[in-house]
């Protein structure tokens, strides 16, 4: 991602946590940033790896996983837990509200695809789980598969 639309992002973000009464600080916009400019999720020790090279500072794991946590609740960043690794949600610009995050996850260059599925759907999926008597702690999805481009770029 380019270091402009990288920089249009995080403004957005500061600008809506600012509409909220939070405040996006120097720190988690630059993890924010570590984040937006990995192609692949990045577990919380990879973070603190890429802000030091980036950056040239280094973290406290309990300080990059409590930054990790506001960035969660504002749904700026979501975390994987099949993984426990973290990916900037694609949707900080869109002005839409934001659904239940589903995750595509390709096997071979582990990029991530961020979907938002119809709340129908899933409030379906949920409703036929129940059905079977088991309790889900979440909602999330995460489907492994091949992405478009390690498919060959076979278009559909
Ligand atoms: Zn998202
Ligand atoms: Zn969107
Ligand atoms: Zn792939």
Do not use: W
Not at 25 to 32: A, F, H, M, P
Not at 115 to 130: A, D, M, Q, Y
Not at 140 to 153: A, D, K, P, Y
């Amino acid at each position: 991602m380019q270091q402009e639309q990288v920089q249009r992002i995080i403004n957005k973000a500061r600008q809506e946590c600012g509409s909220h009464g939070m405040r996006l600080t120097d720190k988690r916009g630059k993890v924010l940033e570590v984040l937006l400019q990995s192609d692949a999720p990045l577990s919380a020790y990879d973070v603190i790896d890429e802000y030091k090279q980036k950056f040239t500072e280094s973290l406290s794991a309990m300080s990059v996983y409590r930054m990790l946590d506001f960035l969660l609740q504002n749904n700026l960043v979501h975390k994987l837990e099949t993984t426990n690794q973290y990916l900037a949600c694609s949707h900080i610009t869109c002005e839409h509200e934001h659904e239940i995050p589903q995750f595509l996850i390709c096997d071979q260059c582990h990029t991530v695809k961020e979907l938002g599925l119809r709340k129908s759907l899933i409030k379906e999926l949920k409703t036929s789980i129940e059905k079977t008597g088991f309790a889900l702690s979440g909602q999330q999805l995460e489907l492994r598969g091949l992405c478009q481009q390690c498919q060959g770029g076979v278009k559909n």
